[in-house]
């Protein structure tokens, strides 16, 4: 009995260290399999969209539309967000109503954190999210995993 034990602490910790190490993987996007088709479908998307934005080094694709003219958020802000996401075709999977929700820029995805910051309040965007800067691999809700989002903001304010 204690030798059975040990193997399946010793299994457990071995499945630990191997979904870590899965996990620590995923910081160098060259070897995720979704970024170069999602840098892919970015430029495809932009391009058929006649798209006049800016790619950030992040991999971000941003247009602004109105930069605002209120208190600039931070990637530390919390912010109150009009917006409305939806798949590269056009299907909506999340949207607020015009009233916006509130949230700490540091607990979205990282595509939020950085676009919103773009803006100061009053401001609109639309914003290319490729999947490591969203949910990455992972399935989230009715989003499946490695998907490139799309997000039109505005800043109502910065709080």
């Known amino acids: 009995m204690k030798n059975l034990l040990s193997a399946l602490l010793i299994m457990t910790l071995f499945i630990s260290c191997k979904k870590e190490n899965k996990i620590n993987s ?6 995720i399999p979704y970024v170069t088709k999602n ?3 970015v430029e495809e998307y ?5 798209l006049k934005g800016t790619k950030s080094e992040s991999g971000l694709y941003y247009v602004i539309n109105n930069p605002g003219t209120g208190k600039q958020a931070t990637p530390a802000s919390n912010v109150t967000v009009a917006y409305k996401g939806y798949f590269m075709d056009g299907k909506v999977f999340d949207q607020s109503d015009e009233k916006g929700i509130s949230f700490g820029l540091s607990q979205v995805v990282k595509g939020w954190t950085e676009g919103i910051s773009y803006l100061k309040e009053g401001g609109s965007a639309l914003l290319v999210i490729p999947a490591k800067l969203g949910y990455g691999g992972n399935d989230y809700g009715s989003i499946p995993g490695g998907s490139v ?3 039109e903001v505005k800043l109502i304010s910065v709080n």
């Open 26 to 31: 995923s910081e160098a996007p060259s070897e």
């Open 46 to 50: 932009v391009a058929k969209k006649g």
């Open 149 to 151: 989002l799309i997000f």
């Open 39 to 41: 840098e892919k479908q």
